[in-house]
């Protein structure tokens, strides 16, 4: 249970990473901390963790992901975007198919997501 709540927490730091840098050229700590609603000591402990597994590498103040880290924060966020449409489409509202997404996309088994991903595919 600690292992997956480790692996949530960092999916959660590389999707924000990744969704700064889409709006902003530069991605600061300081950016992910207000993103993420979590305090600055957070996001250094979690920069440290991210930087030693080699998702993230820092330029001066700033926070880029590597080739892998960019791969795995898509990833990640597919499943959020397809698991969000699927509850949409489901009739859930909007903001409980933001919230339940959220939790969602690190619990849900490769198979499962592929069949939700193909039933959200087909209704396009």
Known sequence: MEERKIRQ???DYLESILLIAESNTVVHRIDVARKMNVSQPAVN???KILIEKGYVIEDGKHL???PSG???AKDVFEK???IRDFLLSLGVSKETAE???CRLEHAVSKETFDRIKSIVQNNK
């Open 9 to 11: 927490s960092e999916e």
């Open 45 to 47: 402990k979690a920069m």
């Open 70 to 72: 960019v791969e795995y």
């Open 80 to 82: 959020h975007c397809v």
């Open 64 to 66: 880029l992901l590597t």
């Open 99 to 101: 919230e339940d997404a």
